[in-house]
């Protein structure tokens, strides 16, 4: 079926500092991709998506582009802030059932001023 | 514009004691709904997932129950938690396409 893996964390950046988080997928076909953001004690956020490749999805600074040649989705922005610090999970849908999501495990993110 | 509601924002309950955790959307019609558990530092367990009302698939084995009496609501139950039952659960929907969203959550604590 389809998996996503994500690179471990935590990552530790200071503030300005540029961010990847590194995705990559197996998958049949080319489905869409996801990032979502899950600040601290609260639910997950839909962040940005990419629904074919090549696209580019972007949102709040952060881009991701669908890379079928490399199977990858990578998370990226040019300057963190402190108020970034969260955790990021890659998603695509399931292989057998697209009612459901795949989820990575999560990349924690800490940003110190 | 579509909201999700849980309930209650924090729990904490001694072991063995009944659970019932509330899930609601507002502004949609029958989108498929879920149930996930986040343990302390951990990734997201989908538990149960529902694409409409009385219809739940259970996805991993367990002393957890999920109902779906109304087409926006969707409830989390036990009859006698357990320690392992402690975690953030979070409830999310769908609709059309394959993106979820996910409401705030419920804090367990069971002791």
């Known amino acids: 079926g389809n998996s996503v893996t994500q690179m471990e964390g935590p990552v530790t950046l200071s503030e300005e500092a540029f961010l990847t988080i590194n995705c990559t997928y197996t998958?049949?076909?080319?489905?869409?991709l996801f990032w979502y953001v899950q600040y601290p004690g609260e639910g997950l956020q839909l962040l940005l998506k990419a629904t074919k490749a090549d696209d580019k999805g972007s949102n709040k600074g952060f881009e991701a582009t669908y890379r079928k040649e490399t199977t990858s989705f990578h998370l990226e922005k040019g300057s963190v802030q402190v108020s970034d610090s969260a955790v990021y999970f890659c998603a695509l849908p399931g292989k057998r059932n697209t009612d459901k999501l795949i989820f990575g495990t999560g990349t924690r993110l800490q940003v110190f001023p | 514009s579509q909201t999700i509601h849980q309930w209650p924002a924090t729990l904490v309950q001694p072991v063995g004691s009944p659970l019932s955790l509330e899930c609601t959307v507002e502004g949609t019609s029958n989108p498929n709904l879920y149930w996930y558990r986040q343990a302390a530092g951990r990734g997201l367990q989908l538990l149960f997932y529902?694409?409409?009302?009385?219809?739940i698939s259970s996805e991993v084995p367990q002393n957890l129950s999920a109902s779906r009496p109304q087409d926006r609501q969707f409830i989390l139950s036990s009859k006698k938690l357990l320690l392992s039952d402690s975690g953030f659960y979070l409830c999310a929907w769908r609709l059309g396409g394959p993106e979820q969203f996910f409401g705030p959550g419920t804090r367990l604590t069971v002791l």
């Open positions: 529902s694409v409409g009302i009385g219809q």
């Open positions: 998958a049949t076909g080319y489905p869409s």
